[in-house]
């Protein structure tokens, strides 16, 4: 069983919301920040076809991301993966 299995696994009974400012993300919430001091949170995202999270930025948190199916274009300042 992979991360992803795993965490699917044991939210089964928690809800995609929707994202407060981008339309098409949805967004399972495993750990709240409020939970952590903001110190860490961890989310389970899923992006509708053709929608996106537009440029922002975290300053004071790490942010990361694992594409589990599908693809998509990623931009960290100038490069683009």
């Known amino acids: 069983m ?4 795993l ?4 939210s089964n009974d928690l809800e995609y919301m929707p994202h407060k400012t981008f339309k098409g993300v949805y967004l399972k ?4 920040g409020e939970s952590t001091n903001s110190q860490i949170s961890c ?3 899923k992006v ?3 929608c996106s999270l537009d440029m922002h930025s975290h300053p004071e948190q790490l942010e990361i991301h694992e594409i589990i199916f599908g693809d998509g274009d990623c931009q960290i300042e100038e490069k683009q993966i």
Not at 2 to 5: A, S, T
Not at 7 to 10: C, G, I, V
């Open 2 to 5: 992979n991360i992803v299995e």
């Open 7 to 10: 965490f699917e696994a044991k």
């Open 29 to 32: 919430h495993l750990v709240k």
């Open 43 to 45: 989310h389970l995202v």
């Open 48 to 50: 509708e076809p053709f």
